[in-house]
């Protein structure tokens, strides 16, 4: 082993040397996946194979040294193919549908909102959430349309909701480099009959680096059609405040990672604070993700944000739950006490 790591890290060295041409200098990146076995019914293929495999594990944890092939590479490599098909299969058969997570008024305690997230109904796992599917699904190219189909479904059952409830939707920033994307959406609005003012778009700050120019694009076409922009994981950024200045959002939403250490850290406390401060200013409501308790909540509400959602008001639900929620909120104190009784 330590003869083909010797000689593996020798070619790596050699390989990525920079060189001078044409008064360029030129450097390449490389990676090198190494295996052996001690059996003799093992075959070269099989052989190769796993070094390939160790070698794409080098590539996607852009690990600059020699990786040794384990079994665990090559269950996970099959775990990624299942998931794969999966998700083609799912995308057929009206697989992935839409959870509902309650957004509150932090002040009257009202709903406002809900944000909409995915799921996988597996017939064999049950309910799948999105950190499983939604990395592999963005990496075979079918990002674009799950979210289609999620969205969708999402915007026909809520259309006959209140009308004040909005409904808010994540882009990622591999949809935000479509630039077709508000075409889309405002295709979706027109044909689940959805009025394009409940509707949120949500972008991750992150996901304007990749092109600027085309995320303004996309921003101006999807407000000039009425729909509110939210500016996600707010803070977690660079350039948080030259982005409020040049996209018209309408909502800061904190990310969660502030508010779940906000009594623990005095770090976070302070970054919501000023979050808050900075958009009442700029008189933009605040949305805080990640409320888990009562203490969490009692924070927030002090410091002056408006609207907040987590698990302390509900965990994400399907869509006929969400309807009910809205409908013991609608009736007479006593119906609705006896119907949370008989819950």
């Not at 999966?86 to 959870?99: A, D, S």
């Not at 500016?231 to 502030?258: E, M, N």
């Not at 909120?329 to 119907?339: F, K, L, S, V, Y």
């Amino acid at each position: 082993m330590n003869r083909a790591d010797a000689l593996a890290e020798t070619v790596l060295q050699t390989v990525t040397r920079p060189l001078l041409f044409e008064e360029r200098i030129i450097q390449v990146g490389a990676f090198a996946g190494i295996a052996s076995t001690a059996s003799r019914d093992v075959r070269i293929p099989d052989i190769l194979r796993r070094a390939d495999i160790a070698m794409d594990h080098a590539r996607t944890g852009r690990v600059a040294r020699p990786v040794w092939f384990d079994s665990g590479m090559e269950r996970a490599l099959i775990a990624h193919g299942e998931i794969e098909q999966g998700i083609r299969f799912g995308l057929e058969h009206g697989q992935f549908v839409p959870h509902f997570e309650p957004q509150v008024d932090l002040n009257s305690g009202e709903i406002v909102g809900f944000e909409v997230l995915a799921r996988w109904i597996h017939p064999l796992s049950g309910v799948i959430g999105p950190d499983v599917f939604i990395p592999v699904a963005e990496e075979i190219g079918l990002i674009g349309r799950l979210s289609d189909e999620v969205i969708g479904e999402a915007l026909r059952q809520a259309a006959g909701w209140d009308p004040e409830i909005k409904i808010s939707v994540n882009i990622s920033p591999f949809q935000l480099a479509d630039g077709w994307l508000a075409q889309r959406i405002v295709k979706t609005l027109a044909e689940t009959g959805f009025p394009a003012e409940r509707l949120v778009i949500e972008i991750t700050e992150s996901s304007l680096f990749a092109d600027l120019d085309l995320a303004r694009t996309i921003v101006a076409s999807l407000k000039n059609q009425g729909i509110r922009l939210a500016l996600d994981d707010f803070g977690t950024g660079f350039s948080s405040l030259a982005h409020l200045r040049s996209l018209p959002f309408d909502i800061i939403k904190i990310d969660r990672a502030f508010v779940t250490s906000i009594n623990a850290k005095r770090e976070s406390s302070a970054i919501v604070r000023a979050v808050t401060t900075l958009a009442a200013a700029l008189q933009l409501p605040v949305c805080v993700e990640g409320i888990e308790d009562e203490e969490c909540y009692r924070t927030v509400v002090r410091l002056g944000c408006q609207i907040g959602q987590g698990w302390y008001f509900g965990k994400p639900m399907p869509a006929d739950a969400a309807r009910d929620l809205l409908d013991v909120r609608g009736r007479p104190e006593a119906d609705r006490q006896r119907t949370a009784i008989n819950s």
